[in-house]
């Protein structure tokens, strides 16, 4: 197909994972570390460079249309958050990064497995892919670290504030392992999954866009609000302050005790901005010009507690999973379980990133078999994932399958890459066919 489309082939290939996060839901932005593991699910790219500055991109799929733009002149449209802009992001991430005045055009061929809007990082991965293409493309070297965290900030220039998990795993992640990543500095840590157990992933089929809609920047928001708050009611530098996890690190305290914080100092009732100018001792005007981003200006009340109870919770729960993983207790599978249910209420209830299709799935996994189950990724719609007693496997898949997939036509149409078991995969690289 690449020889039809440009009437040369390939130079090289690159490809980056998708990955699902077995615990640690929208907490990466808040400073706090998570446990992904990358999937064998991918995007992949064949990439020729070209003399002329052009980059001309065609995909596999031809849903999405081919696209074609000068290297010199980027531009990212925001209010459209088409597949090409996340190519866009990759390529412009690498361009400030190195200062390239003349970039190498390209002729690139995208194809991938990883389906779209279901919460499994397939926007990330291809940003990812895209950085890595560039690189190569450009004659550039840098170390794995530093493309994820230049493929985190580029990715915001299509107004996503994510906070780096997504593509940290994809370039990170090794084969059998999950990792527990931590940020400031950025490292990752292996962690084995306990064995006798597998991880199952299911799509409900309700598509989730994270930079199409705005439930996902507002909780960014709502965390930044209530680390304003908690930072003021304890006397410290609050104007300084953005992450729900700079408070912890400043006041010295355990996750518990934050917790506890704040019971005391939150309500529960939802903030309107004039409450919240009132607590900061600021005006409107301030806080719109200050604090809210400019996407967030008409949002007229936030929900401070229950969004800091989630992080400082769920927070502690990715501590424990890699305690029991590493103790590998005789009950491990069990404990584990229990944390990734636990984690779906709190995200249900604390976070409200669910929905009534997620909280269907989760149930049917966990009556047919699941030790645990939970969303993962953003959530409003995307995929579960189930930890299922590996001799149990098939019978799950059938019931599964029947319960969720075989009730609805729509379902029924996509079910083969809506549901199936993976395990750790491996990071992008840059290969050339022999």
Request: one cysteine or more.
């Amino acid at each position: 197909m690449f020889i039809s489309k440009f009437g040369s082939a390939p130079k090289f290939y690159a490809r980056a994972p998708g990955r699902v996060n077995l615990i640690g839901e929208h907490i990466d932005y808040c400073g706090y570390a998570v446990l992904p593991m990358a999937i064998e699910q991918d995007i992949l790219i064949a990439v020729e460079p070209v003399q002329t500055q052009v980059v001309q991109l065609a995909n596999t799929n031809s849903s999405y249309l081919d696209f074609s733009t000068n290297v010199n002149n980027i531009q990212i449209n925001k209010t459209k958050p088409q597949w090409h802009n996340y190519f866009l992001c990759g390529l412009k991430g690498i361009q400030e990064h190195f200062g390239l005045n003349n970039p190498t055009g390209m002729n690139c061929l995208l194809d991938g497995t990883i389906p779209p809007s279901s919460g499994l990082s397939s926007s990330s991965a291809l940003v990812c892919c895209a950085g890595l293409v560039t690189l190569r493309a450009n004659g550039k070297t840098l170390s794995k670290v530093e493309l994820a965290e230049i493929c985190t900030k580029s990715e915001r220039y299509i107004g996503t504030e994510g906070g780096g998990m997504d593509q940290s795993i994809s370039f990170l992640a090794e084969e059998g392992t999950a990792k527990l990543i931590e940020f400031s500095p950025l490292r990752a840590t292996d962690v084995r999954l306990p064995s006798g157990a597998t991880f199952v992933i299911a799509n409900s089929c309700v598509e989730m866009n994270k930079a199409a809609t705005s439930h996902y920047n507002i909780r960014v928001m709502e965390c930044r609000l209530a680390t304003k708050l908690l930072s003021k009611s304890k006397g410290l530098e609050w104007r300084k302050m953005l992450r729900l996890h700079d408070v912890q690190t400043k006041l010295g305290v355990s996750l518990e005790e934050m917790l506890t914080i704040v019971e005391e100092v939150l309500h529960p009732e939802p903030y309107s901005t004039e409450e919240i100018c009132k607590c900061l001792g600021i005006s409107l005007e301030e806080l719109r010009s200050q604090i809210l981003s400019q996407n967030m200006q008409d949002v007229s009340t936030f929900k401070l507690y229950q969004r800091a109870k989630h992080v400082y919770s769920e927070a502690a729960r990715v501590l424990e999973f890699q305690k029991i993983c590493s103790e590998a207790p005789a009950n491990a599978l069990q404990l584990l379980g229990e944390l990734m249910k636990q984690s779906h209420i709190s995200c249900r209830e604390m976070y409200e990133c669910s929905c009534p299709e997620l909280d269907r799935l989760v149930d049917i996994c966990l009556q047919f078999g699941a030790i645990g189950s939970r969303l993962t990724g953003a959530g409003w719609g995307g995929c579960t994932v189930s930890m299922v007693p590996t001799d149990k496997l098939n019978t799950f898949l059938k019931n599964v399958k029947k319960a969720y997939y075989q009730t609805d036509g729509q379902r029924l149409a996509v079910e083969d890459n809506s549901l199936f078991a993976t395990k750790p995969g491996r990071g992008a690289l840059v290969f050339v066919e022999a």
